[in-house]
């Protein structure tokens, strides 16, 4: 396992230099999944079981992005995937440039790339990384009032995860408040809420992911 | 209940500038702390309940800082204290200048005044509010590895309240492990674990709150 420390990108193009990034990628054959989320959403745990249920099918690689620390692409590591550990030098988001850079420290064949974003549910939204799906992981705990907050992340966002779901029953979480919204905010948004723990809700989250890359990859 | 539209503070002397505010309030008596936090970590469920506590001892108000919505100042108002909100303009901090002009809207004669900044693990950990107090709230959901993983914001807190404890038995969170990792950052960090739920923890942390307004006020 790798661990990258990157600079900060200086560029009034990020835009330009993330729809490189996609087509380049796409030429490829690498999909792009950029996974987005508040700290402690279980973005690691998701991929984790992801990366377990998929692992004959498609070959995933998966890039953590942090201030600090090397705890999540240990995990992945851990699971015999390519993982790659990236320090953003203080920033709070990715973007192209960046991802960019985090892709060329990784060597396996992947097909499926995600790029764990930094835990933060402001700035990230704000930066195209390059990624062909955006994907927003939001937990029960977190309350049902996210969309209300946070509002970008759920208009620049293709799918929505919702985690920790085995959790709802100690929670006061209104899945249909969260659902409604969400569309409110992005009528096409894809929205599957589920447990890593109970394995509930994963199977439709995964054929989400599968025919998506299929997709592209046929 | 109010809300403010903010402009974003252009400025290169923050620190400078959140020093005078912090000696303003002083002199005005006004005992100002910064809540900062992830997302959906429980601070304005922490807030509602120490009003509730506190109320017939001090006289609290809250200024919510949001990019959208109020609902967290609504709840406030219900409880009869003061609360404004503010709107951070897309920001995702806030800085000593938003600060004070969120402070100017405020019109009641509060003792204590509750900065909820925006919920981010990051950026609002870099800049001085002029606050007297830093406290950071980590919610059990959000796991034990947050120290590992934003390290400067637990070395800017002065305190720390861990919220959601009654959910402790559902998730795999080992307090002992957040203690140590957070005071190896910071080794003077006074550490509180609550909820509001059960009120468990609740009279220390209002007992700490108190007696650092006291210390002030005297």
Redesign the interface.
Known sequence: MKTIELKMTVTDSNDRDAEALRRELSERGIFLVNLMS???SGKTTLISHTITDLKDRVKIGVMEA????D?DAQRICELGAESIQVHTD?M?HMDAGMTREGLAGMEGENEIVFLEN??????PA?FDTGAHKNVMIL?V???D??P?????MFQRSDALVIT?M??AP??DFDLEAVKMRAGKLNPSIRIFPVSAKTGEGMAEWENYLLSEWEMRHA
Chains 1, 2 share one sequence.
């Open positions: 508040a700290p402690g942090d201030i600090a620390s705890v203080g709070c930094v835990g933060n549910l402001i700035c704000e937990s705990p977190e309350g009032d996210k209300l907050k946070y509002p970008l920790k085995d959790a100690y929670f």
